[in-house]
C-alpha cells in the first residue's frame, strides 16, 4: 500500500531534482530516501524519474503521478487541519484583510455576534487597497477578505473561493477651484498637468502597474484614501474616491465630479468574500463567513 510518506518523497524529489536535497529537506538520509522511491516504483510498477543525469527529472509518468500525488497530499492535509482545529477548539485570532474602499459600518453587526459569541477571540482586522487583501489570503496571511480587485486577478488563483457580498462605487472628482481653471472641460486630457492622486497596491499582483491613468499624466502617490482625500479637497490633484468617502462634499459642492466625455466619472465595482480553498476555516471564521455571507448589502 502506498504511504503518505512516500508521497511526500516523491513531492521533494521532484521539487529539489537530487536525492541529496530532497533528503535535507525531509530530515532523512540519503539511503533512506533512495530506498523509498524505489519501493514506490515498484509498487506501482513505473519509472518516475530518468537517472541518466546529474539531475533528476520526472518521466512522463512520473509527472501524471506527481500531480495525482500532490492532490492527495493537499486532501490530507485538509484532514490533519480539520482535525486540529477539532482539538483546539475555537481560534485565539482571526485576521480579517479589507478592502478600504469598502464602507465598514454594515460589518459591525457582525462583530458585535463576534464579541459576544467568542468573547476569547481576537479579531485583526487590516486595511488594503487593490489587491493587498487578496495576497493576504492567497498566502495565508488572512483567514478572510473583502476585496475589489478585478476579477481576473481572482480567476487567475485557483486556491481562491470568492462569493459577491456588495457592490462599490469609485468617483472621479476635483475641487470647483480646479475645475474652474479648465472651463469648458471637455476632456480629461485637459488635466494631463494636474496631479493624479493615485493610491498605492499594498499587493504586489499588479506590479505598480496602476488603471485609469493617461499617457504623460503627473502622478502623485499616497498609502490611504485618507490622504489621498486631503489632497484632492485641497485642490492639490483629482481623482477617484469612494462614494461613501465624499458623499456629503458631493452633496454641498466642495467637490465636483469630474464629467468630460472621453472618461466616465464614476465606476461601480462588486466586493467579493473570499477565502483559501487549501485551508479549513476555524469555527469563528467560519461563523464569520457565513454572517458576512447573509448581510443584505
Not at 96 to 117: C, G, M, R, W, Y
Not at 199 to 211: A, L, R, S
Amino acid at each position: 500500500m502506498i504511504t503518505i510518506e512516500q508521497l511526500k518523497v516523491l513531492k521533494a524529489i521532484a521539487e529539489e531534482k537530487s536525492l541529496r536535497a530532497a533528503a535535507s529537506k525531509l530530515n532523512k538520509t540519503q539511503p533512506a530516501l533512495s530506498h523509498s522511491l524505489k519501493q514506490l516504483e515498484t509498487q506501482l510498477g513505473l519509472e518516475l524519474f530518468t537517472r541518466d543525469s546529474y539531475r533528476l527529472s520526472l518521466t512522463n509518468a512520473g509527472k501524471t503521478a506527481l500531480q495525482m500525488a500532490l492532490k492527495a497530499l493537499r486532501e490530507v492535509s485538509l484532514i490533519e487541519q480539520y482535525a486540529n482545529h477539532l482539538n483546539l477548539g475555537n481560534e485565539a485570532k482571526v485576521i480579517i484583510a479589507i478592502e478600504a474602499a469598502f464602507p465598514i459600518e454594515p460589518l459591525f453587526p457582525v462583530f458585535e455576534q463576534i464579541k459576544n459569541q467568542f468573547p476569547s477571540t481576537q479579531l485583526s482586522l487590516t486595511q488594503e487597497y487593490v489587491t493587498g487583501a487578496l495576497q493576504l489570503v492567497a498566502e495565508g496571511k488572512a483567514q478572510l477578505a473583502v476585496t475589489g480587485a478585478p476579477i481576473d486577478y481572482l480567476a487567475k488563483s485557483s486556491e481562491l473561493f470568492s462569493k459577491q457580498i456588495a457592490e462599490g462605487e469609485l468617483i472621479n472628482v476635483a475641487t470647483p477651484q480646479m475645475l474652474e481653471r479648465y472651463q469648458p472641460l471637455d476632456s480629461i486630457e485637459a488635466l494631463v498637468n494636474e496631479n493624479q492622486i493615485i493610491v498605492k497596491d499594498t499587493g504586489k499582483i499588479t506590479q505598480d502597474n496602476y488603471f485609469n491613468t493617461q499617457t504623460g499624466q503627473k502622478r502623485w502617490y499616497v498609502n490611504s484614501f485618507e490622504a489621498k482625500h486631503k489632497l484632492i479637497s485641497h485642490s492639490l490633484g483629482w481623482g477617484m474616491l469612494p462614494e461613501h468617502f465624499i458623499s456629503n462634499q458631493l452633496a454641498s459642492g466642495a467637490l465636483q465630479k469630474i464629467r468630460v466625455a472621453d472618461k466616465k466619472c464614476s465606476s461601480t465595482f462588486p466586493f467579493y468574500l473570499i477565502k483559501n480553498k487549501s485551508k479549513i476555516l476555524g469555527p469563528v471564521a467560519t461563523e464569520i463567513w457565513n454572517a458576512f455571507s447573509e448581510l443584505k448589502l
